[in-house]
């Protein structure tokens, strides 16, 4: 039998070879490049483009630097993945307002659904679900809910504050987020929280301080745009480990709020609360479509924790203000005693005698914002602004710290001055829906269809509370009892991560009369007896 001969391996093979392997490095060195339709941005690093500039915390801070480099809207490439930062309020309204239907998905977070489990309001896409879930916060913290049901729980709670204010004030930090936390907790769940220590005064912070470290951007390696990063061991992982603990406490925490309620239920007692109105009607009903009993669980936190640990966050910074600037206090007793005097405390209903409150309250929210960097949106498709592409699956931010903190935008940024917003008369709701972009006040909420569902509560908590505390105290920076001399407080310690707030200080409350500490007194015993209630 005959052996065929060997093949002869053709001489052009080897040059095959090379232009084979010339092709995958060139494609490989595309990977990251920028689109030169793309707005500008910091030069880009083959394969991994912008990453290893980003730092791993204080992004917004960087975004800035970058504005100023490369202008008001800048890209950047984190792998093959596009990142635009919108650091101009005429491209926010015109894309993510205007273009809301296509500008109001969210990038993919595999650490988000590591920590959710897919089932949070904050990170899912725009669809029918989360069209449902947020229909039911929008409603149940419309005005007219608020304004007709839900005030009393926030005049009620707000005489607790101001109370444990006079006996306790060196307390305040904790005593301010027990505040938020049980003005939304007793709306929610029907239960209210009787100090800071108990399950429902701090069940929402522990929640959010691993949630606002786990999440922040930069703070985590860029497993969604290099995906061989998810099959790294947990183990050898620390992103990994610590967004699976803050499910574990997200999880725990909101498990055992729902089985309070459940265990309360079974005894046959209902409560004038969210959570019982949709239980009933489940009920009824019948359990809505694709709502699982995980997703209603987090639906109810979710409630919280944006009704509770950022309207904290924003109060003590505003307290932190009126020590730093006791001239605002000044100026804003003025307008308060002209209108209450000393027998009432004020009153929503006071709001529009009361103007230098509401730029109070804004000037808080452009000076240090809660959500730095806000949550980033997703464009659908391609798109184009002003001769700039817009690749699809884009990633967008607006930069809150870094607007709040242009001098183009807000002249002497840095400072408190609430005099800036004499001519904003009304809530943020009706400047962030307005088609007049130059006149927004600020972007604290965020923008479009993902502006905060929670925006109406939170504007009367801090409203509310700002007007009481600066009708019955007076702020100062601490003395120190040994040497006499005055701590200066420092406006700049906050801790990292996506969500910021002071890190605990020092301040000194005073009760501005006698007449002030009666009249708390008197509407703190009126008071209590409607909270009861929620016990």
């Given at each position: 039998m005959k052996v065929p001969p060997i093949m002869a391996i053709s001489p052009l093979a080897p040059t095959?070879?090379?232009?084979?392997?010339?092709?995958?490095?060139?494609?490989?060195?595309?990977?990251?490049?920028?689109?030169?339709?793309?707005?500008?941005?910091?030069?880009?690093?083959?394969?991994?483009?912008?990453?290893?500039q980003i730092p791993s915390s204080g992004l917004y801070k960087q975004f800035r630097e970058w504005a100023k480099q490369y202008g008001s809207i800048f890209s950047l490439k984190v792998g093959p993945s596009n990142v635009i930062v919108l650091c101009d309020r005429k491209a926010i309204h015109k894309l993510l307002v205007e273009k809301g239907n296509i500008y109001s998905d969210r990038p993919p977070s595999y650490v988000?659904?590591?920590?959710?489990?897919?089932?949070?309001?904050?990170?899912?896409?725009?669809?029918?679900?989360?069209?449902d879930k947020r229909k039911v916060v929008s409603h149940n913290f419309s005005p007219k809910q608020l304004d007709e049901k839900h005030w009393r729980v926030q005049e009620a709670e707000a005489t607790v504050l101001m109370t444990n204010l006079l006996d306790h004030p060196e307390n305040f930090f904790e005593d301010v987020k027990r505040y938020t936390a049980s003005v939304v907790t007793s709306i929610t769940y029907g239960f209210r929280a009787p100090t800071y220590n108990s399950f429902w005064g701090r069940g929402v912070y522990d929640v959010m301080a691993k949630w606002t470290e786990a999440m922040e951007p930069g703070a985590n390696p860029p497993v969604d745009d290099f995906p061989l990063l998810k099959y790294v061991p947990a183990s050898l992982a620390f992103w990994?480990?610590?967004?699976?603990?803050?499910?574990?406490?997200?999880?725990?925490?909101w498990g055992k709020a729902r089985r309070l309620v459940d265990e309360r239920r079974a005894t046959g007692e209902r409560r004038n609360c969210i959570i019982d109105?949709?239980?009933?009607?489940?009920?009824?009903?019948?359990?809505?479509?694709?709502?699982?009993?995980?997703?209603?669980?987090n639906l109810m936190g979710e409630v919280v924790e944006g009704g509770a640990d950022t309207t904290s966050a924003q109060l003590l910074t505003l307290i932190l203000a009126f020590a730093l600037y006791p001239r605002v206090q000044e100026m804003a007793r003025k307008e308060i005693d002209a209108v209450c005097g000393t027998e009432r405390s004020p009153l929503w209903t006071d709001f529009s005698k009361l103007p230098y409150?509401?730029?109070?309250?804004?000037?808080?929210?452009?000076?240090?914002?809660v959500a730095v960097t806000a949550l980033p949106h997703r464009v659908r498709q391609d798109d184009e602004y002003e001769g700039m592409l817009i690749p699809k699956n884009s990633t967008i931010f607006i930069p809150t710290w870094a607007i709040h903190h242009s001098d183009s935008i807000y002249a002497d940024s840095e400072e408190f001055n609430p005099d800036r917003y004499r001519n904003h008369v009304k809530l943020a709701n009706d400047y962030a829906g307005s088609p007049d972009w130059e006149n927004r006040d600020h972007y604290n909420y965020g923008a479009g269809r993902?502006?905060?569902?929670?925006?109406?509560?939170?504007?009367?908590?801090?409203?509310?509370?700002?007007?009481?505390?600066?009708?019955?105290?007076?702020?100062?920076?601490?003395?120190?009892?040994?040497?006499?001399?005055?701590m200066h407080l420092d406006p700049e310690a906050y801790n990292p991560g996506i969500l910021q707030a002071?890190?605990?200080?020092?301040?000194?409350?005073?009760?501005?009369?006698?007449?002030?500490?009666?009249?708390?007194?008197?509407e703190h015993r009126e008071a209590l007896a409607f909270m009861k209630q929620y016990d």
């Open positions: 095959v070879i090379v232009l084979a392997f010339s092709a995958l490095i060139y494609r490989l060195l595309q990977v990251a490049k920028r689109d030169p339709r793309m707005p500008k941005g910091p030069p880009t690093l083959p394969i991994i483009g912008n990453v290893h988000g659904r590591l920590l959710t489990k897919g089932d949070h309001l904050a990170l899912e896409q725009m669809d029918a679900t989360w069209r990994k480990r610590r967004a699976m603990d803050a499910g574990a406490t997200m999880d725990g925490t109105t949709l239980l009933d009607d489940y009920e009824k009903n019948g359990w809505p479509q694709g709502l699982t009993q995980h997703a209603f669980q409150m509401n730029c109070i309250i804004k000037e808080g929210m452009r000076w240090r914002p993902r502006i905060c569902p929670g925006i109406h509560l939170a504007e009367r908590n801090m409203w509310r509370i700002a007007s009481k505390l600066l009708w019955a105290f007076e702020f100062s920076e601490p003395v120190d009892p040994v040497t006499g001399k005055v002071p890190l605990p200080f020092k301040v000194g409350i005073k009760v501005r009369s006698e007449k002030h500490r009666e009249t708390i007194r008197r």
